[in-house]
């Protein structure tokens, strides 16, 4: 009988081997360089309240040199109707006195909620997220992936150690300071509310029927199925955690069959930009409020892929 990839993760995913494999690097590596600057200027000209909308932030570069936007997905500039207000309540688990602290770029609408979806043992993806959200929740379909984030949020001695990435990530944001990696990290054991195990094979991922003004979701979707259709269904599926006008933000492995962990082979659906531009406007993200960019040569050759897909899109009300 055929192995399903459920099976494959659930039988032979080990996550400190994974942190150890492609999070152990000594400078964040090129693909999360291009993930973390597409993150920080999308989200900043998506947010852009509408008198700032036009104005430049000195320290994010319109553009990365090794990253090309698709023709035909020009960035756009959109306001976001969600209104500013207080911080929302924290879970039991966490001090009041957190709530103080509500980080903000000027000139940016701030959104309640996002999920991330798929995180894996991994929280760099949404300390990027911390400047413009106010709530996040963590997903995965296996527990002891949210173990080591649970872990990383407790301050376990035992956790991974993320500095690096954190850092590498602020840089893109154009904050340097040791002071900006220790209160972003602050910050984010602060903003992530709800770890929750989601499911992308279920009609309802989540199981509870939240819906988010930001979904973001890396090298998901395609690592949890190699069937084209199959990852059409699961894009659908996510799309449907997005809340009309809400924004999605997808990072995914270019061309690629399988990747590995571990000298396992984990089968992935082989995508490239046409695949997204086709499928997001069937799931209720028109083609003008997406950008879909190609990042090339991120140096993951070995495991399976050399370049990545950066996308973000923004649903139709
Ligand atoms: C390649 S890893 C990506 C992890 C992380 N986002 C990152 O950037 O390193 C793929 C992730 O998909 C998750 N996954 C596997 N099957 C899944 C399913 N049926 N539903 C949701 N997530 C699943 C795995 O647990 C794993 O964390």
Redo the contacts with the bound molecule.
Sequence with gaps: MLET??DL?QRC?DSRA?LRQ??AEPNLPADDVANAQFMAEQLRAVLAEPSKASEHHPSWPDQHPTLTNVPGTPVPICGSSTPNHPCPPMSSSRPASSLNNCPKIAGTTTLDTAL???????IH?AAMLVPFVRSIHL????PQ?LEQVRRWLNGHPEAHNWDVYLAGALAEEGLTRPEDLVERKEQLRQRVTALKQ?????EN?LGDGATYDLVA?????E??TADRAEWAL?LARLARLVRPGGILLL?AVRRCNV?H?FERE?PTTYLDESDFAAELPRVGFPAEQTVIRVAEGVGWGEQGFDSVLCVRAVKGA
């Design positions: 990839a459920d993760y995913w994974y492609y999070y991330e979806f798929g995180c894996g043992p991994t993806h997903a995965d379909y296996l992936n989601g499911n992308i094979r279920q991922p979701s890396f090298y998901c979707l690592a949890v699961f990072g990747y962990v984990f």
